[in-house]
């Protein structure tokens, strides 16, 4: 904790400008990019929700392993990472909604998708906060509220002065603790389960859809949280804005290689993990308990196999790794919201002229204040821990995702198109979801507004150019490709 802080102070004198704060002076290199993004995209949410969905699944979750590692490090980083680069730099963009203001000269898409950032990026903070505090009630009998407040005044303090060079930093030393952490864990429940063929044996006789595919989940089930833990990334702001500050384009050829290595480990294990408890506290006389609602508190699991599995003094340790994991997205969840209410909403709708020197302030503030908002909101214990990161997930990404993507590949994308795409994919994914439809034909409501998203584009593209609607100046276009 002391190093984390001390890294927050030593970073403050390093921002000088806002390009400093926001991306990290675009100077950040292939290991602490590689191990940033993974860190930024794994966190409590996998090392907690993952494993008691695999605790409730088995085995097949392991696909959901791949799947993340394949189509959420390996993919980014090959088809659009060193392209992300480049033209937010042609641009002068600092953060998604800068990007997309300028890409389609569109304000409505700047206003649209701040709004959207701010909102959806507090409520995954809250599905983050959540879950390192079951991990500190359950293994240190801590106060849920106190955990909250530690982890918060924490994460809150070195963000709120080094920006996003304490946050590539911290995440550095964070994800070494989450990696280190999660294999030892693992090799430690394969020895007290007696290996790995013992462990699947062990869950094939609890019920043998634990251990084929699609398992006891069903296909559709299983496939539509592959698709949104592994592609809805393509359409989050902390993920595509982490290509922002990479030193030049090449950096992509050595981060990609580390962002693979890290996220293959991080989810092979956690999803493992989960699984084997299953089996562990079987054979142990272990039960879940029940939440106030009646329901078994899945999220309970991970924190209950550490107290089971580990001594405590390495469950400690471990311990550390969660929190390390919970702080690692924290921050940089913490930042885009923090961004979109300094930079996105007061500099660019409300006082224009404003300096930057007073924007500087403004979004160290601001990091505090949606830092406390994501505190209070956790302290209420919304839905279960991975249910609530993908609603934010399912949404965020069915706003952004094809706008952002067609954008920096379609040289012939309107302002119109863009527009229109985004908020009907996101009114589809928002009524398709548990609130009203409650995913008819057992679809995710991701999947359902990501299919709508990328036919519809092309079909309101076609008609706006027809109708020189939202035509972006060729100039524009040409400058960004001919950067290429």
Same mark, same amino acid.
């Given at each position: 904790m002391v190093i984390l802080i001390a890294i927050g102070y030593l970073s403050a004198k390093k921002v000088q400008t806002m390009e400093d704060y926001y991306v990290a002076g675009r100077d950040v290199g292939p290991i602490l990019l590689g191990i940033h993004y993974g860190t930024v995209y794994f966190s409590s949410v996998l090392m907690v929700g993952g494993g008691a969905y695999a605790y409730r699944f088995g085995l097949s979750t392991m696909w959901i392993a791949i799947g993340n590692t394949v189509l959420g490090a390996f993919l980014p980083f090959l088809l659009f990472g060193s392209r992300i680069r480049i033209f937010s730099e042609v641009l002068g963009a600092l953060t998604l909604p800068d990007f997309f203001r300028e890409r389609y000269q569109s304000r409505f898409m700047h206003i649209w998708s701040a709004i959207l950032t701010v909102v959806f990026m507090t409520v995954y903070l809250v599905s983050v906060f959540m879950g390192v505090s079951?991990?500190?009630?359950?293994?240190?009998?801590?106060?849920?509220? =106190?955990?909250?407040? /530690?982890?918060?005044?924490?994460?809150?303090?070195?963000?709120? #002065?080094? %920006?996003?060079? $304490?946050?590539?930093?911290?995440?550095?030393?964070?994800?070494?603790?989450?990696?280190?952490?999660?294999?030892?864990?693992?090799?430690?429940?394969?020895?007290?389960?007696?290996?790995?063929?013992?462990?699947?044996?062990?869950?094939?006789?609890?019920?043998?859809?634990?251990?084929?595919?699609?398992?006891?989940?069903?296909?559709?089930?299983?496939?539509?949280?592959?698709?949104?833990?592994?592609?809805?990334?393509?359409?989050?702001?902390?993920?595509?804005?982490?290509?922002?500050?990479?030193?030049?384009?090449?950096?992509?050829?050595?981060?990609? =290689?580390?962002?693979? /290595?890290?996220?293959?480990?991080?989810?092979?294990?956690?999803? #493992?993990? %989960?699984?084997? $408890?299953?089996?562990?506290?079987?054979?142990?006389?272990?039960?879940?308990?029940?939440?106030?609602?009646?329901?078994?508190?899945?999220?309970?699991?991970?924190?209950?196999?550490?107290?089971?599995?580990?001594?405590?003094?390495?469950?400690?340790?471990?311990?550390?790794?969660?929190?390390?994991?919970?702080?690692s997205t924290a921050d940089a969840v913490i930042l885009m919201a923090s961004f979109g209410v300094a930079r996105d909403i007061y500099q660019k709708l409300i006082n224009p002229d404003v300096s930057d020197e007073r924007i500087l302030k403004l979004s160290k503030i601001a990091t505090a204040g949606v830092t406390f908002a994501g505190l209070v909101l956790a302290y209420f214990r919304p839905k279960a821990i991975l249910d609530l990161a993908m609603i934010a997930w399912a949404c965020l990404s069915a706003a952004i995702m094809a706008p952002f993507l067609y954008g920096i590949f379609w040289k012939k994308a309107t302002s119109t198109a863009a527009a229109f795409v985004s908020v009907t994919a996101f009114l589809l994914a928002v009524a398709w979801g548990p609130w009203f439809l409650n995913r008819p034909l057992g679809m995710h409501e991701f999947l359902v507004s990501q299919l709508y998203a990328w036919i519809a584009f092309p079909i309101v593209n076609y008609i706006a150019r027809s109708r020189d609607s939202g035509v972006v100046d060729e100039g524009l276009v040409e400058r960004l490709w001919g950067s290429l």
């Amino acid at each position: 904790m002391v190093i984390l802080i001390a890294i927050g102070y030593l970073s403050a004198k390093k921002v000088q400008t806002m390009e400093d704060y926001y991306v990290a002076g675009r100077d950040v290199g292939p290991i602490l990019l590689g191990i940033h993004y993974g860190t930024v995209y794994f966190s409590s949410v996998l090392m907690v929700g993952g494993g008691a969905y695999a605790y409730r699944f088995g085995l097949s979750t392991m696909w959901i392993a791949i799947g993340n590692t394949v189509l959420g490090a390996f993919l980014p980083f090959l088809l659009f990472g060193s392209r992300i680069r480049i033209f937010s730099e042609v641009l002068g963009a600092l953060t998604l909604p800068d990007f997309f203001r300028e890409r389609y000269q569109s304000r409505f898409m700047h206003i649209w998708s701040a709004i959207l950032t701010v909102v959806f990026m507090t409520v995954y903070l809250v599905s983050v906060f959540m879950g390192v505090s079951y991990i500190f009630n359950v293994t240190m009998g801590l106060d849920y509220t =106190v955990s909250l407040i /530690i982890t918060a005044v924490i994460v809150g303090f070195y963000l709120a #002065f080094g %920006g996003t060079i $304490a946050c590539v930093w911290n995440d550095f030393i964070q994800g070494t603790a989450m990696a280190l952490g999660t294999l030892f864990l693992t090799v430690m429940v394969i020895s007290f389960g007696g290996g790995i063929g013992n462990i699947t044996q062990g869950l094939s006789n609890i019920d043998p859809g634990l251990v084929t595919f699609p398992g006891v989940w069903g296909f559709w089930g299983l496939f539509s949280y592959i698709m949104v833990t592994s592609i809805g990334p393509w359409g989050l702001p902390q993920s595509l804005t982490r290509f922002y500050m990479m030193k030049d384009p090449k950096v992509f050829k050595w981060g990609i =290689v580390f962002a693979t /290595i890290f996220c293959l480990s991080m989810t092979c294990c956690s999803y #493992f993990n %989960g699984a084997a $408890a299953r089996y562990a506290f079987e054979t142990n006389g272990i039960e879940i308990p029940l939440t106030p609602g009646g329901s078994p508190d899945y999220d309970i699991v991970i924190p209950k196999l550490i107290m089971l599995v580990l001594p405590t003094v390495i469950g400690a340790i471990y311990l550390s790794a969660v929190i390390a994991a919970s702080q690692s997205t924290a921050d940089a969840v913490i930042l885009m919201a923090s961004f979109g209410v300094a930079r996105d909403i007061y500099q660019k709708l409300i006082n224009p002229d404003v300096s930057d020197e007073r924007i500087l302030k403004l979004s160290k503030i601001a990091t505090a204040g949606v830092t406390f908002a994501g505190l209070v909101l956790a302290y209420f214990r919304p839905k279960a821990i991975l249910d609530l990161a993908m609603i934010a997930w399912a949404c965020l990404s069915a706003a952004i995702m094809a706008p952002f993507l067609y954008g920096i590949f379609w040289k012939k994308a309107t302002s119109t198109a863009a527009a229109f795409v985004s908020v009907t994919a996101f009114l589809l994914a928002v009524a398709w979801g548990p609130w009203f439809l409650n995913r008819p034909l057992g679809m995710h409501e991701f999947l359902v507004s990501q299919l709508y998203a990328w036919i519809a584009f092309p079909i309101v593209n076609y008609i706006a150019r027809s109708r020189d609607s939202g035509v972006v100046d060729e100039g524009l276009v040409e400058r960004l490709w001919g950067s290429l």
